[in-house]
C-alpha cells in the first residue's frame, strides 16, 4: 500500500446521506486523511444514509476514518476547531443555516486556519428564495429539467434510475475543493467553495438545457431514442434488447450494410439525415423488423466489428460479469473486520503512477475517536473527561 497522490490532505468530513460523502469519498480514495465526524451514540443527528453495514453506506465510506464529536457542546466545538488548525479541508452539506448556528462557517473557520478550504453542499445554493429548503435527489431532479426529458413520450415524467443530483453535486464539489487546493498553493490561502444539486442538474442536463439557452427549444421525452441522433436507441433482437447507434452518414451507411438492408440507404424516407429525423419512428420500425432475426450477442458483435456503435442492456450481475468490467476492476475487493471480504464500486479515473487504492472498509462509528484526538495533542485523562461528559 502506498501513499496516495492526496495524502498531504486532511479532510474533515461533516456530510451526511449521499451528496456530501460522495466528495469525501472522491478524495478518500486518492489518498486525502479523511476524518468522518459523526454524533456520539444516543445524541441524535444520525447519517440518515441506511444501515452502517448496508451495500450504501459501506460504498459512500471507505477509506475514512470515523470519530465521534458533538458540534452541539462547546467543548465539541472546541475540538473542532483544534482539528481545523491543522486542516486542510471541511465538507458539509447541512441546510444552508445549519453552519452557521454551530459556528463553523467559512468566516469562523477562516479565523483558526485561513488556508482552510471549505466545501458545501446545499439542496439549492447557499442564498436566494430556496436556500433554506431541504434537498432531495428527486426534487432536483424534477426541478433540474431531468425528469421533463426522461421516459417515454406522453408517459409523465420519470425519474432517473440512480441518484444523478446527488452524486453529480458530489462530484462538482471535489473538484471545486481541489481547484481550491491548487489555487492555495498561489494565493496561500483557502476559500470557500459551494455546489447544490440544483446546480449540478442543470449542469449535466448539458446539450438538453443548452437547446432552450441558445434556441429556445423545450426538449421532451424521447424514450429510448437519442433526442437528437438517429437512428440511435433501442431494438428488439429475437433473444432481448440491445443499444444501436448508428447516426450520422457513414456509420447509417455500414449500418445498413452490415444488416444486409441497402434499402433503407435509398429509400427516400431514410436517405438523408433530415429525412431520418422527420420519419425515426418509422424508421425504427423498419430496423426492428431486421435486427429481429439477430441474436443479442451476435448482432452486438458484428455490428461492432463494422464500426457501428451497439452494445447490450445488463441488469446490475451481467454488467458485472462482462469481461471489460473485470478487466476495469469495477468491483474492488476490500476486507471489512464486520463484513468479511468485500467488493464495492471502483473508481472511474485511471492514473499511470498513482491509482487509487481500497486502503480500508467504512469504520465504525467512532472507531478512530481516541487516535485522532491523540494525534490533536489531547491525553488520555481529556479524552475520558469527554467521553464522559457526552462531548465524544
Known amino acids: 500500500m502506498t501513499a496516495g497522490p492526496l495524502a498531504r490532505f486532511t479532510v474533515l468530513d461533516l456530510t451526511r446521506v449521499r451528496a456530501g460523502p460522495t466528495a469525501v469519498r472522491y478524495l478518500a480514495d486518492w489518498g486525502a486523511n479523511c476524518i468522518k465526524v459523526e454524533m456520539p451514540p444516543g445524541a441524535g443527528d444520525m447519517d440518515m444514509g441506511g444501515p452502517r453495514h448496508g451495500p450504501d453506506f459501506q460504498n459512500l465510506h471507505r477509506n475514512k476514518r470515523s470519530i465521534t464529536l458533538n458540534l452541539k457542546e462547546p467543548d465539541g466545538k472546541a475540538v473542532f476547531m483544534k482539528l481545523v488548525e491543522k486542516a486542510d479541508v471541511v465538507v458539509e452539506n447541512y441546510r444552508a443555516d445549519v453552519k452557521f448556528r454551530l459556528g ?107 437547446r432552450w439557452t441558445l434556441a429556445k427549444d423545450v426538449p421532451g421525452q424521447a424514450g429510448n431514442n437519442h433526442p437528437t441522433s438517429i437512428p440511435t436507441g433501442v431494438f428488439k433482437t429475437k433473444d432481448g434488447y440491445i443499444n444501436i447507434a448508428a447516426s450520422g452518414g457513414h456509420i447509417y451507411k455500414r449500418f445498413c450494410e452490415c444488416i444486409k438492408a441497402p434499402e433503407l440507404m435509398t429509400d427516400e424516407r431514410f436517405s438523408t439525415d433530415k429525412a431520418r429525423r422527420a420519419n425515426r419512428d418509422v424508421l425504427n420500425a423498419e430496423i426492428d423488423k431486421r435486427v429481429a432475426t439477430y441474436g443479442s450477442a451476435e448482432l452486438v458483435e458484428k455490428l461492432n466489428k463494422a ?82 461528559r457526552g462531548v465524544i
Open 307 to 388: 464500426g457501428v456503435p451497439a452494445g447490450p442492456i445488463y441488469k446490475m450481475d451481467e454488467m458485472f460479469a462482462d469481461p471489460q468490467v473485470k478487466h476495469l476492476k469495477m468491483a474492488h475487493p476490500v476486507t471489512s473486520p464486520k463484513l468479511g471480504d468485500i467488493e464495492l464500486i471502483g473508481q472511474a479515473i485511471n492514473m499511470s503512477r498513482t491509482p487509487f487504492e481500497m486502503r480500508s472498509a467504512t469504520p465504525e462509528q467512532g472507531e478512530h475517536t481516541e487516535a485522532v484526538l491523540k494525534e490533536a495533542g489531547y491525553d488520555a485523562a481529556a479524552i475520558a473527561s469527554f467521553r464522559q
Open 104 to 210: 463553523i462557517d467559512y468566516e469562523s473557520l477562516k479565523k483558526v486556519n485561513p488556508r482552510i478550504v471549505l466545501g458545501s453542499i446545499s439542496g439549492f445554493g447557499q442564498d436566494g428564495p430556496y436556500a433554506e429548503r431541504a434537498g432531495f435527489d428527486q426534487i432536483a431532479q424534477g426541478m433540474g429539467g431531468l425528469m421533463w426529458v426522461t421516459g417515454m413520450p406522453g408517459g409523465g415524467p420519470v425519474r432517473a434510475g440512480i441518484a444523478v443530483a446527488d452524486v453529480g453535486a458530489g462530484l462538482h464539489c471535489a473538484i471545486g475543493v481541489l481547484i481550491a487546493l491548487l489555487e492555495r498553493e498561489t494565493s496561500g490561502q483557502g476559500q470557500w467553495v459551494s455546489s447544490s444539486l440544483l446546480q449540478a442538474m442543470i449542469s449535466m442536463c448539458d446539450f438538453q438545457a443548452a
